[in-house]
């Protein structure tokens, strides 16, 4: 049975990428030496995530926790309280694990050093296809977690104040490291009854 076409697409779809919408996140940030980079198609159509994990190169003081990852650009605002999850259009994979992170707060004021305060994220983990085809994900199926690590009694996910949307390639502790690519025709929301307008 053909997936049905999701009717809020956030990016791509009828709505072009644009790479300027999205930055890097990379565990350079903790004193590794990972790249990430979102490029899109000379049409706008397509978004390729990818980039190098180098999960050796990160401080010991940090664990082999190596990540890259790309997040939208603050400020941003999402209200999806009328779906049911995210979907997301894979065009082509290379196979490994990835993760759609969402945060529901604005990011706190860089430290000193530079680097990116902390806060909860809501993480789940896919791994398409080399074909590629659609990975949804309901907002069930999103975790809580700190700094990669699992979290309990945190409050709910605010649906109706989504402020960013990311993709992480993660070592998952030394599980995956070197090249990745992942290209993604759209990031939708899905209607909550499970049958999207057209």
């Known amino acids: ?3 049905p076409e999701p009717n809020f697409y956030l990016f791509g779809g009828y709505k ?3 790479e300027h919408a999205w930055s890097a996140s990379d565990d350079r940030v903790r004193g590794g030496q990972s790249r990430s980079y979102l490029v ?5 159509s397509v978004a390729t995530f990818r980039g190098d994990l180098d999960a050796a190169a990160i ?3 940090a664990g082999p926790a190596g990540f ?4 939208t650009v603050d400020p941003q605002s999402w209200d999806l309280r009328g779906y049911r999850g995210l979907r997301l259009g894979v065009a082509a994979s290379d196979g490994r694990r990835y993760t759609l992170v969402l945060k ?3 990011p706190p004021p860089k430290r000193p050093d530079g680097r990116d305060e902390a806060t909860v994220s809501w993480e789940f983990d896919f791994a398409p296809a080399a074909a590629g085809g659609d990975v949804s994900a309901e907002w069930h199926e999103f975790r809580p977690t700190y700094r990669g690590v699992p979290v309990q009694d945190v409050e ?11 993709i992480m390639m993660r070592s998952f502790f030394g599980d995956q490291q070197g090249p990745f690519k992942l290209d993604l025709n759209y990031i939708a929301a899905m209607e ?3 049958n999207p307008q057209q």
């Open 1 to 3: 049975m053909a997936t």
């Open 16 to 18: 072009s990428w644009n």
């Open 40 to 44: 899109c198609s000379s049409d706008s």
């Open 59 to 61: 401080d010991k003081g």
């Open 68 to 71: 890259a990852s790309q997040r």
């Open 104 to 106: 529901d707060d604005v």
């Open 156 to 166: 709910p996910l605010r649906l109706d104040r989504i402020k960013s949307i990311g």
């Open 192 to 194: 909550s009854d499970g």
